[in-house]
């Protein structure tokens, strides 16, 4: 590969982490994380040209945090799957509700025609729904810009939201010992063909669930102990908020402005229904009203789940009810979308 293409992805990763030290200087929640997104979404509006990191190291850092994820599972968290029935149902009607609900205001006040809509309001499964987007006849830059604008706006509002309502755990002194050398190596070889695999049935997120599953297999039978380095974790998760930011490199002002007030909207009212639904959950259940709220954000999976690591929240019912939410939507967009199509006709 010819250095140029290396040129821009540097360029876009060197300053998500200008931004992360900025906002860990700054104390803001989840520096790693909250930092490049915005510093990158900011360089890519100034005008700076912004890219991703090509398709197989962003495998790579999927799998890194897969592997995060994974290591915090523990028998009481086994326990507490029975818990979980109710929550995946109070989440599958969440779905629906904010679907139906966004859709209608998109069409209403900003005149999206109704698939366009029913595409701009999905709560999450992004790349399945640009997918989708080409295939239905819809328009494809305002469902990216509204949904990035969704996926960036949690990345921030989530944890700052909950830290100003005084709810991030305070973290003990002592810091978890590391998984030797020779054990991570060969549970992180595991998790890229386990991605693979899962890729080749086109399953959403494939490295990232399965590093997660490779981690949780050889963490709760004892095989592998330890966490992953705390470094690359950190490059990681910049890594991931440079990749979200750096959606919105090629938009110009007139095209986000235009789509800004609805992506804000769908936010809001997404936000304010997850959170109805998680507090009705987390009342049922008795499990935490926080882990269940970071459950139900209709964030990007692979944000929300590394949210859960970074606030010291249950990574694995987090993740677990984001890989049930794409799987729903895998069901709910399409019916939907058909069911709108049939309507006008």
Request: glycine share 8%; hydrophobic share 55%.
């Amino acid at each position: 590969m010819p250095p140029v293409s290396w040129q821009a992805p540097a360029l876009t990763l060197a300053i998500g982490a200008l931004g992360a030290a900025l906002f860990a200087a700054l104390s803001f929640p989840v520096p790693y994380l909250t930092g490049p997104a915005t510093a990158v979404t900011i360089a890519g509006l100034a005008g700076i040209r912004t890219e991703a990191l090509p398709q197989r190291v962003r495998d790579v850092v999927f799998v890194i945090l897969g592997l995060t994820i994974g290591q915090g599972v523990t028998p009481e968290v086994l326990d507490a799957i029975r818990a979980w029935p109710i929550t995946l149902v109070s989440l599958a009607v969440s779905l629906i509700v904010m679907i139906l609900a966004t859709r209608a205001l998109l069409v209403r006040y900003w005149s999206m025609d109704p698939t366009t809509a029913f595409l701009a309001s999905s709560p999450g499964h992004l790349s399945y729904v640009l997918g989708l987007t080409e295939g239905v006849k819809a328009d494809l830059k305002s469902v990216a810009i509204v949904q990035s604008i969704r996926v960036l706006a949690l990345t921030l509002i989530v944890p700052a939201a909950i830290a100003f309502a005084g709810h991030i755990p305070e973290r003990g002194i002592a810091t978890p010992e590391a998984t030797a050398p020779l054990p991570f190596i060969t549970m992180t070889l595991i998790a890229v063909l386990a991605g693979y695999g899962l890729k080749r049935f086109k399953l959403p997120a494939a490295y990232l669930i399965g590093g997660m599953l490779v981690s949780i297999a050889l963490h709760v039978t004892g095989l592998v102990e330890g966490t992953v380095n705390q470094w690359l974790v950190a490059v990681a998760f910049i890594s991931l908020g440079a990749l979200i930011g750096s959606r919105f490199s090629g938009v110009s002002r007139q095209e986000l402005l235009r789509s800004l007030g609805a992506g804000v909207m769908v936010t809001i009212v997404s936000v304010v229904l997850a959170a109805g639904f998680a507090a009705i959950a987390a009342y049922l259940t008795g499990m935490d009203f926080l882990a269940v709220l970071i459950a139900f954000a209709p964030g990007g999976l692979e944000t929300m789940a590394a949210m859960s690591v970074l606030l010291d929240l249950d990574p694995t019912f987090v993740a677990s009810h984001h890989v049930a939410r794409l799987l729903m939507l895998t069901v709910i967009v399409p019916l939907l979308v058909l069911g709108g199509r049939k309507s006008r006709l």
